[in-house]
């Protein structure tokens, strides 16, 4: 209908010009209605397309300042994890440099034990070996003892020319032993 009356104006302007469409002219008819159409699609769009893009704006706004405060939240016990990892393995590095240390101590301890059983062990094959040495010299010198005897004996009864009795014989020989360890 507005179509109607648009085209119906038009030849009435182009008389009013001699032929002509006169630019400057302004039909009021013409721009009041423009004006009525135009508030009439403002309010349909405000109603029916503004509200829901401007509510589909909101909910967008929102979930991306959700999004920003969940990131802010992740990073935050991301950072608050990270802290505590750090610390323990800190308590890890401690721990290791303590039970290394503590295995030093142990190995020079060992060590120490070691030594000083060998040390003893030393001692004790040396104080055996002198004293199987001392024994063997002891037998030894017994035996030469005893050998000594029983020639001087042999020797003092041929010079004296007869022989002497095996408890005689005995009574020297260790008469002789007393006097040569001594």
């Known amino acids: 209908m507005f179509l109607n009356f648009a085209f119906a104006q038009l030849p ?12 400057l002219s302004f039909p009021v008819d013409l721009g009041l209605f423009t004006l009525i159409v135009f508030l009439g699609l403002l309010a349909v769009l405000t ?11 909101d909910a967008r706004e929102k979930s ?7 990131a802010v939240k992740s990073k935050e016990e991301a950072d608050s994890k990270l802290k505590q990892y750090e610390d323990k393995l800190a308590g890890a590095h401690d721990e290791a440099a303590a039970v ?13 034990r070691i030594l000083a059983e060998a040390n003893e062990e030393a001692v004790k094959t040396r104080d055996r070996a ?6 063997a010299k002891s037998a030894a010198v017994q035996e030469l003892a005893e050998s000594s005897a029983t020639s001087a004996v ?29």
């Open 12 to 23: 009435l302007l182009a008389e009013a010009g001699h032929g002509k469409p006169n630019a």
């Open 47 to 57: 109603k029916y397309a503004w509200k829901p893009i401007m509510e589909g704006l």
């Open 64 to 70: 991306i300042s959700d999004s920003i405060e969940s």
């Open 100 to 112: 290394l240390a503590e295995a030093r101590q142990d190995a020079v301890a060992a060590k120490e």
């Open 130 to 135: 002198i004293a199987d040495i001392e024994s």
């Open 154 to 182: 042999d020797l003092a009864g041929s010079i004296v020319g007869r022989s002497l009795k095996k408890d005689d014989h005995a009574k020297l020989i260790e008469e002789s032993l007393k006097r040569f360890g001594s």
